[in-house]
């Protein structure tokens, strides 16, 4: 993708190019399916959730991905006991910044599918195969699981209403409905990570979403599962009060934020859809660059700016495919 920040290609640059010298063929020749786990700070929780994953799904291989995010505690090396390949980031920038980078490792490394979930072990394993299963089938290219489909062990009101808010805003502003936006548990195919916008460091499952929705891809959700978290301590919300474990402010900051990407994802990419729209409508005034656009489609267009591939979504499905290949060109990956 084209990063919005230069300093964030070359940690994401840097980083890989230390997981690839880590695991060579391993790292390159990824099995079909590929769960990516954004961890920081997670010493005690994320070796259960890395041994708990399923080798298969789907009847495909699996293979788990930890990107460490600038830890400052035993999380990698944990991780990496448990079974998991682990992308150790020496700077913490956020999940959203971890889920991107993890996600060019698997898309790049030859993954067909991406499955995502959280390092604190709040969702069940078992539900892998129940959110993937549509996008195996060819029945939706995205789908995440809903709690209010399924089932919350939380009693935080505060939350449960947040999530009713976020998806009823999200649903008007998209014109899908959806009933859980932030589930962490999701399941897609991997080009799609490469033909979206990703610039969040932080709630970038909103942005995600949104910009799927927008690129026409067919979004699917299933009822799943939502535990306590049983060690550690949430890290949404982060705040100047965080220290003093004050619920009530974290989940207003965590809002507040949640609210501001959101929002902003939507306006940019009507915007992007407005400038494409223009650019079919009068293809001459675009310019030739505009016009190729516009001939070869919005997730054509937004997958070359992202960098996966030389040409088309195709050729980012290709080098999705099992088997695929990593770009030798660090300005061509995402």
């Not at 190019?17 to 390159?28: C, L, N, Q, S, W």
């Not at 026409?216 to 959700?221: I, N």
Request: contains cysteine.
């Amino acid at each position: 993708m084209i990063y919005s920040n230069p300093q964030d290609q070359v940690i994401d640059d840097n980083a890989i190019k230390v997981f690839i010298d880590a695991y060579g063929e391993r790292a390159t020749s990824l099995p079909p399916v590929v769960i990516v786990i954004a961890a920081y700070n997670e010493e005690g929780a994320i070796g259960p959730v890395v041994g708990a994953l399923p080798a298969e799904v789907c009847g495909l291989a699996t293979a788990a991905i930890v990107v460490a995010d600038g830890c400052a505690d035993g999380t990698a090396a944990e991780a990496a006991a448990a079974g998991a390949m682990v992308c150790d980031v020496p700077v913490n920038r956020g999940q959203g910044a971890a889920l991107r980078l993890g996600y060019r490792l698997a898309r790049e490394g030859g993954a067909g599918y991406i499955v995502t979930t959280d390092a604190d072990g709040q969702y069940n394993p078992a539900e892998i195969e129940t959110v993937l299963a549509p996008v195996v089938a060819g029945e939706a290219d995205f789908v995440t699981g809903s709690r209010r489909l399924g089932s919350q062990e939380t009693k935080d009101m505060i939350r449960r209403s947040g999530v009713r808010f976020f998806a009823s805003t999200i649903s008007l502003l998209t014109r899908q409905k959806i009933s859980d936006t932030t589930f962490g548990l999701r399941a897609m195919r991997a080009e799609i990570t490469g033909a979206v916008q990703l610039s969040q460091p932080q709630y970038q499952a909103s942005e995600l979403l949104i910009g799927i929705i927008t690129h026409g891809y067919k979004v699917a959700e299933v009822p799943a599962t939502i535990h306590r978290r049983r060690v550690g301590e949430s890290k949404k919300g982060q705040n100047p009060l965080y220290h003093l474990h004050v619920p009530g402010v974290n989940n207003l900051f965590y809002g507040l934020r949640f609210a501001r990407v959101a929002y902003g994802t939507w306006w940019r990419e009507r915007q992007r859809v407005s400038r494409e729209r223009r650019s079919e409508d009068n293809p001459k005034a675009a310019g030739s660059s505009s016009s190729r656009s516009a001939r070869s489609g919005p997730v054509d267009s937004a997958a070359r700016a992202n960098g996966s591939g030389p040409g088309s979504v195709d050729a980012s499905a290709s080098s999705a495919a099992p088997g695929g290949s990593w770009t030798t060109d660090a300005a061509k990956r995402t």
